[in-house]
């Protein structure tokens, strides 16, 4: 039996190895999804969707370029860009996971730019695909701030023939909690996440 064990440990070692090899050697493609950890500071870790330009957004990072280049090469990019909030050099850790059949028209395809402002870890413009919903524009932003109001984060948007402008409310932090959208919104070309500040006793 302790044999047995012997040889299973070997084989799922050996498959380990085998997997961490191959995701070394795989070169990043827009559409796939990165899951990145940084030891000196979990609030940083985060998956996030390689963008059609095949750059992605991280907090005290900017944009990134992944595609085409190894986990490693990534790894060291995210590594160099956030090394300056750090007393040492920060220790990173990326995996990947390949696009699937929805994203393979990724590179070619539509793309729309949305705006980020206030309490958000990473604001600014942030070109992104066709179809990108609400929740996945946050979460290319690096996500709310310690100080957002996230019970009343804000989607403005503009229509282009009457230049009105729409703004939705929406709770984020029931979200964190387990709440659903009845639909989640998905974006459309200029249109603007706003996070407010949280309030004194809010």
Known sequence: MLHLKRIVLGLVLALMATVAAA???YRIQPGDTLTIEVLEDSSLNRSVIVLPDGRFSFPFGGSIRAGGRTVGQVENAIASAIGSNFTVSPNVFVTVRPQDSTF?????????EI??????????????????????????SGGPTAFAA???VQLRRTDPRSQMQKVYTINYNALGKGAALSHDIRLQDGDVILVPERRLFE
């Open 23 to 25: 995701q070394q050697e």
């Open 104 to 112: 393979a028209d990724a590179e070619t395809g539509p793309t729309i």
């Open 115 to 140: 705006y980020f402002l206030g309490q958000v870890n990473s604001p600014g413009k942030v070109e992104v695909a066709a179809g990108t919903t609400f929740l996945q524009a946050l979460a290319l």
């Open 150 to 152: 996230t019970k009343r």
